[in-house]
C-alpha cells in the first residue's frame, strides 16, 4: 500500500506541476468568457504570421535535426566505440555547448566573428538568422547523438557483433549488424534534437529569427497578452505532442531488446589502425574550431571584467546555485520515484507518466512558463507563484524525464531478486527502497542530481518568465543586461555561468568515467 | 589433413593464466569435444581459434595457414572460414530467420540465386522451412538453436564452433539437438569443436574428447560405448 500510495504521490506531483498548465492552457484557448469558442483557434489558422513562424520553427528544427545526426551519429560511433586516443577528453569538449545556457554558445560565436572582422559586418550578415542559429544550436544539441549513440553502442549484445565478424569485417558488421540494433535509439534521439531545437527560444530570440517561442515569449512579456501568447503557444505543443506519441508508439514496438553479455566480453573496440593518427586530427580540429575557439574568445574578452560582473550579479549567481540545488533535489527525488514506477512498471499508468515526461522535456520553457503563470497566478496561490516554488515547480515538470529515465536505467541493472529476496525477508516497501535499492542505485540517484543540477541551472525560458521579485537567476541576469551591458562584461557573466556548470559536470564526469572502469573484459577486435 | 592446429599456446586475460602452453591437433571430420568445469579455459580456447582473441605465445594454423603468432593476429576471423554457435546464440533480432542464415552468405559476395538455393538447402536441412519470414523473438528455444546451427554451416566451413549451445536447454530438447549435431555433422562432413561442462553431452557427440582443467589439456579417454 504505501508503494502504490507513494508512487500515486509522485504522480500526482508531476501532474499538478506539468500536465496541469498545459491542459489550463488548452481550456484557456477554448473558452472566453466562459463560453466554448474556437475564435482564438480559427484566428490562428488565418494569420499568416502564424503559417510563417511554423515554417521557420520546422525550418530551424529540422536542419539542425539533420546536422546533429549526420555529425553526431559518426562522431559517437568514433569516440564510442573505436580505439581513437583522447576519446573521453573529446567526448567531455564536445559535451561542454549542451550543458551551458544555449545563447551563451551564440554571444561566444558572435564575440569570435567581431575578433576575425572588427568594424566589419561578418556576424551581422551570417550569424544573425537562420544560418547562425542552426550553427549554435547544431553544436548545442550535437551531444544528444553523440552520448546517445556511445550509450547504445555499449548495449549491444558483442556476441552479435562477433558472429558477424566470421562472415565480414567491421565496416560490414557495423553496416549490417550494430548499426541497425541501436537505430531505434538513434531514431528517439533525432526526435529529442527536433523537439528541443523546436522549442528553444534564447537562441533564435538572439540571434532574430523568427519562431513560435520567440512570438510567445514576445506576446507575453512585451504586450502581456495572455490569449495571443497561449495562442502561440499551443502548435508547439501539438507538434510535441504528435512526435512524442510517434517515440511511443513507433519506436517503442521496434524497439530490439539490447543486452550486455555479462560475464567474459562487455565490448569490443574498433582498431583504427592506419586511419589513428588522421581521424584524431580532424576530430581535434572539429573540437577547436567548434568549442575551443569561440569559447577561449569569450574567456579572453571577459579578462578584467570578474569584478564589475561579481558586483552586478552577484546577487543573481548565488540564486542560480540555490535554485539549481533546490530543483535538482527535488528533480532526483521524484525522479526516482518514477524512475522505478516506469522500470517496474508499478501501476498500469506507467507508459502514460512516461510519455508525459518526454511531452514536457519537449514543450519549449517559455511555454511551461506561461502555463504555470495563468494557473498559480492567483491570490489564492501566492504562496507559491510569489516565491521561488514556481522557479522549482517549473523545473520539475520540464526536465523530471532526464532523471526519471537515468534512474529507470540505473535500476535495470538491478535484478528484480534483490529487492524480491528482501521482500521475502519481511522487509517492507521503504526498507526495502532505503536498505537494498538506493544502495544498489545510488550511482543513477547521484547522476540524477546532478543532471538536474545542470539543467536547473542553465534554464532560461521558464526562469524568465516566473521568477518572483528579487529571484532572478544569473542566465536571466545575462539575457536583461546584454541590452545595456558592456560585451566584456557579458563575456565575463557567460565564463562564470560555464565555470558554475563545468564543476558539477566535471564530477558527474568522474563517477562516471569511475563505474565504467570497473567494467572488465574490454576488448580490442582485429 | 590438420584442420586446426595449437603450438604451445597461452593466453592471459587481465593478467590472469587462462591458457597455459595448449598444444592441440584436430583433424578433417572429427568431432572434438572440450570438456571441463566453467572458467578452465574453454570458450578462450575457441575464441582464439575463431580469431577474436590472438595468443600471448605459440601459433596458430587453420587449413594450414598461419593465423595467429605471438600475441598477433595474421587472419581475420571473416576471412578463417569458421563457422560458431555462441552459448547465448547471438541471433540478430532485426533479421528474419532468412536473415540471419543469409548475411554471411552476401558478406561472401555469393550470388543471389546461390544464396537463395543454400538458404533452402540449410532450412530443409534443420527443418524450419515454414519459419523463414519469422524473426527470432518469434521463435521457441529449439528452433533458435537450429537456426544458430544454420547460420554457422550456411557458408559451408571447414571447421564449426560450438560454444556450450545446449547449456540452457531441457533435458529433452537437449537431447534432440545432441542427436541433430550428430546428424548434420555426418551429413555434411565438416570438422567440429564443441566445448561442454556437460559429460552425457561431451560422450554422445565425440568422436575424441580431451578434457581441460586450469588452462591445460588433459586427454580423456572416450567410454567404450560411446
Redesign the interface.
Do not use: K
Given at each position: 500500500m504505501s508503494k502504490r500510495l507513494t508512487l500515486w504521490l509522485a504522480v500526482l506531483l508531476l501532474l499538478i506541476a506539468g500536465a496541469l498548465p498545459v491542459l489550463d492552457m488548452l481550456l484557456r484557448s477554448l473558452f472566453i468568457d466562459g463560453r466554448f469558442t474556437l475564435e482564438a483557434w480559427n484566428g490562428l489558422l488565418a494569420d499568416s504570421r502564424q503559417w510563417l513562424l511554423m515554417r521557420n520553427s520546422l525550418l530551424l528544427a529540422s536542419l539542425v535535426t539533420l546536422f546533429t545526426f549526420v555529425l553526431g551519429v559518426p562522431l559517437g560511433i568514433l569516440l564510442g566505440k573505436t580505439d581513437l586516443p583522447l576519446r573521453r577528453a573529446l567526448t567531455l569538449l564536445f559535451t561542454i555547448p549542451l550543458l551551458i545556457p544555449p545563447y551563451i554558445v551564440a554571444v561566444a560565436w558572435s564575440g569570435l566573428l567581431q575578433l576575425l572582422a572588427p568594424g566589419g559586418d561578418i556576424a551581422g550578415a551570417w550569424l544573425f538568422g537562420l544560418p547562425g542559429c542552426v550553427l549554435v544550436l547544431s553544436t548545442v544539441f550535437l551531444p544528444i547523438p553523440l552520448l546517445l549513440t556511445q550509450v547504445l553502442l555499449r548495449s549491444v549484445d558483442p556476441q552479435m557483433e562477433e558472429a558477424g565478424r566470421l562472415a565480414t569485417g567491421w565496416r560490414g558488421v557495423l553496416a549490417g549488424i550494430t548499426l541497425p540494433l541501436i537505430l531505434p535509439g538513434v531514431l528517439l534521439a533525432a526526435v529529442l534534437v527536433f523537439l528541443l531545437a523546436l522549442g528553444e527560444f534564447s537562441v533564435p530570440n538572439y540571434l532574430r529569427y523568427a519562431v513560435f517561442p520567440v512570438e510567445s515569449f514576445t506576446q507575453f512579456s512585451a504586450f502581456y497578452d495572455f490569449s495571443a501568447a497561449t495562442t502561440a503557444a499551443l502548435p508547439l505543443a501539438g507538434v510535441a505532442l504528435i512526435l512524442v506519441l510517434f517515440e511511443a508508439l513507433l519506436l517503442h514496438r521496434h524497439g530490439w531488446r539490447l543486452h550486455s553479455a555479462g560475464g567474459g566480453i562487455d565490448f569490443l573496440r574498433i582498431p583504427l589502425g592506419r586511419w589513428h593518427g588522421g581521424l584524431l586530427l580532424a576530430v581535434a580540429l572539429a573540437g577547436l574550431l567548434f568549442i575551443l575557439l569561440p569559447i577561449g574568445t569569450l574567456t579572453i574578452q571577459s579578462l578584467g571584467s570578474y569584478g564589475e560582473a561579481l558586483r552586478r550579479a552577484g546577487g543573481s549567481l548565488a540564486n542560480s546555485l540555490l535554485f539549481a540545488t533546490g530543483g535538482a533535489t527535488l528533480l532526483a527525488t521524484v525522479g526516482f520515484l518514477i524512475g522505478y514506477l516506469i522500470q517496474t512498471r508499478s501501476l498500469r499508468s506507467w507508459r502514460a507518466v512516461d510519455t508525459l515526461t518526454l511531452f514536457l522535456l519537449a514543450l519549449p520553457g517559455t511555454v511551461i512558463g506561461i502555463g504555470l503563470t495563468g494557473l498559480w497566478n492567483r491570490p489564492l496561490t501566492d504562496i507559491i507563484y510569489a516565491t521561488p516554488l514556481i522557479i522549482l515547480i517549473g523545473y520539475l515538470a520540464r526536465y523530471i524525464a532526464l532523471t526519471s529515465r537515468i534512474n529507470a536505467a540505473q535500476l535495470a541493472q538491478i535484478p528484480p531478486s534483490m529487492e524480491e529476496a528482501a521482500q521475502i525477508a519481511g522487509a517492507g516497501w521503504y526498507r526495502r527502497i532505503f536498505f537494498i535499492v538506493i544502495p544498489l542505485a545510488w550511482r543513477g540517484l547521484l547522476a540524477s542530481w546532478l543532471v538536474g543540477y545542470i539543467f536547473s541551472l542553465r534554464d532560461t525560458g521558464i526562469t524568465l518568465l516566473v521568477h518572483p521579485a528579487g529571484a532572478e537567476t544569473l542566465p536571466v541576469r545575462i539575457l536583461t543586461l546584454m541590452a545595456n551591458g558592456s560585451p566584456a562584461l557579458i563575456a565575463a557573466l557567460c565564463v562564470i555561468m560555464i565555470a558554475a556548470t563545468l564543476v558539477p559536470a566535471g564530477l558527474l564526469w568522474a563517477i562516471l568515467a569511475s563505474h565504467r572502469n570497473k567494467r572488465s573484459g574490454e576488448e580490442v577486435l582485429a | 589433413m590438420k584442420v586446426v592446429e595449437l603450438k604451445a599456446v597461452s593466453k592471459s586475460?587481465?593478467q590472469v593464466p587462462v591458457l597455459q602452453a595448449i598444444d592441440l591437433a584436430v583433424s578433417a571430420g572429427e568431432r572434438l569435444v572440450i570438456f571441463g568445469p566453467s572458467g578452465c579455459g574453454k570458450?578462450t580456447l575457441l575464441r582464439l581459434v575463431?580469431?577474436?582473441?590472438?595468443p600471448d605465445v605459440g601459433s596458430l594454423v587453420i587449413g594450414g595457414e598461419l593465423a595467429a603468432r605471438d600475441g598477433r593476429?595474421l587472419i581475420?576471423?571473416?576471412r578463417?572460414n569458421?563457422?560458431?554457435v555462441?552459448?547465448?546464440l547471438?541471433?540478430?533480432?532485426?533479421f528474419s530467420v532468412r536473415g540471419n542464415i543469409e548475411?554471411?552468405l552476401k558478406?561472401?559476395g555469393l550470388p543471389r540465386p546461390e544464396r537463395e538455393q543454400r538458404v533452402a538447402a540449410m532450412l530443409k536441412l534443420v527443418g524450419l522451412e515454414n519459419l523463414a519470414r519469422r524473426k527470432p523473438?518469434e521463435l521457441s528455444g529449439g528452433q533458435q538453436q537450429r537456426v544458430a546451427l544454420a547460420?554457422a554451416l550456411a557458408?559451408h566451413p571447414d571447421l564449426v564452433l560450438l560454444d556450450e549451445p545446449l547449456s540452457s536447454l531441457d533435458p529433452a530438447l537437449n537431447d534432440r539437438m545432441r542427436k541433430e549435431i550428430v546428424r548434420l555433422q555426418e551429413t555434411l562432413g565438416f570438422t567440429l569443436i564443441h566445448v561442454t561442462h556437460n559429460r552425457e553431452e561431451a560422450d554422445e557427440i565425440a568422436t575424441r574428447l580431451i578434457g581441460m582443467e586450469q588452462g591445460s589439456i588433459v586427454e580423456r579417454p572416450l567410454p567404450a560405448n560411446a
Open positions: - | 586475460l587481465d570458450t575463431a580469431g577474436f582473441l590472438a593476429s581475420p576471423p571473416e578463417r569458421i563457422g560458431m555462441f552459448q547465448n547471438a541471433l540478430w533480432p532485426h548475411f554471411g558478406a561472401r523473438g547460420r557458408p
